[in-house]
């Protein structure tokens, strides 16, 4: 079994920036990547970024490329999500997830965590 608990959501104005962490634990050795996904209000949930495990190679939405950095921490079996130049159109629950294949779709992960909010104001 395998728990996903993310961290480090809240309130930034326009500009600021965030980190958040997802830290897991239980039978995480059949991951082959993981992803951070969002969910704004009224909106479908969408592809953020997402990472090898193995070796840290990464893969950003268009959206946030240049602005987001995905990255790993092995040892400490860590997600993180850099955040950086925040939108209010980042606004959205963010949720880290699972998967034993490089796949960007929502279908295609296994393990979920429950979410953390972020809010950037104007």
């Known amino acids: 079994q395998v728990q996903l608990v993310e961290s480090g959501g809240g309130l930034v104005q326009a500009g600021g920036s965030l980190r958040l962490s997802c830290a897991a634990s239980g039978r995480t050795v059949n991951t082959f990547a993981a992803g951070w996904f969002r969910q704004a209000a009224g909106k479908e949930r969408e592809f953020v970024a997402r990472v090898i495990w193995a070796d840290g190679s990464n893969d950003h939405s268009d959206s946030v490329k240049g602005r987001f950095t995905i990255s790993r921490d092995n040892v400490k079996r860590m997600v993180y999500l850099q955040m950086n130049s925040l939108k209010p159109e980042d606004t959205a629950v963010y949720y880290c997830?699972?998967?034993?294949?490089?796949?960007?779709?929502?279908?295609?992960?296994?393990?979920w965590g429950h979410g953390t909010q972020v809010t950037v104001s104007s």
């Open positions: 997830a699972l998967s034993n294949k490089w796949v960007r779709s929502v279908t295609e992960y296994d393990y």
